[in-house]
């Protein structure tokens, strides 16, 4: 956990000494926060089946720096929580529902467009996450026999266990930057690493995230 903020911190104090002998500009720090929506992408290959899971609901806070490289691109790190998970429905009776709270470095490349009062920004990027925690609640109900409970979530690389720690993939996002300081995005990350613990070359099933996230914020 140590590493994941000293990390962080580096990229921060990075892009601060990029921005103060830069001609470009200087560096922005903003705080942005709001929804998720995430999911999974199942792929069993041994049955040649894909699917995504149900949507959650879900909710992100990130802390970033954006650090000028042109007149119309910015380097954009930071650091985040992010809550992810899926809902399962395995019969018309039965739910499971994932709740997994994730730590995420991205560190993303934007084009910046000037556009009214401030400029609409488009970027991607690739992010380093690490799941920390996480909860399954478990929901049967047939009209006769109800019930409700909750197990965490063991996380891991055993065969026993739920879900891998370690996370990779990228990140895209939009949005529009107001000169006031104020801005509002939406995003979708894309994870590559297979989240499934103990899957082999025989087992052959893969388990990624897919994120929806909808976000307002500040930069100063």
């Given at each position: 956990m140590k590493k994941v903020f000293l990390l962080a911190a580096a990229f921060m104090i990075g892009g601060a000494a990029y921005a103060q002998t830069g001609t470009t500009g200087t560096t922005k720090f903003g705080i942005k926060a709001g929804v998720n929506l995430p999911s999974y992408k199942y792929t069993n290959d041994a049955l040649n089946?894909?699917?995504?899971?149900?949507?959650?609901?879900?909710f992100n806070v990130t802390g970033y720096a954006d650090i000028p490289v042109s007149n119309f691109f910015s380097v954009q790190p930071g650091i985040s929580l992010q809550g992810k998970?899926?809902?399962y429905r395995e019969t018309e009776n039965y739910m499971e529902k994932e709740d997994v709270l994730a730590i995420?470095?991205?560190?993303?490349?934007?084009?910046?467009?000037?556009?009214?009062?401030?400029?609409?920004?488009l970027g991607a990027g690739p992010y380093a996450g690490f799941n920390i925690s996480g909860k399954i609640d478990r929901d049967y109900d047939d009209g006769v026999v109800e019930a409700d409970y909750d197990t965490d979530l063991n996380i891991g690389d055993d065969d026993g266990d739920d879900l891998k720690a370690l996370d990779f993939g990228f990140n895209f996002l939009a949005g529009y930057q107001f000169n006031s300081g104020f801005n509002v995005g939406a995003g979708y990350g894309l994870g590559l690493t297979n989240l499934y613990p103990g899957s082999t070359s025989d087992t052959n099933i893969e388990k990624n995230n897919r994120l929806w996230s909808f976000t307002v914020g500040y930069a100063f």
């Open positions: 089946e894909s699917e995504d899971t149900e949507s959650s609901v879900n998970g899926a809902k995420e470095i991205p560190v993303n490349l934007l084009a910046n467009l000037p556009a009214g009062p401030g400029h609409f920004y």
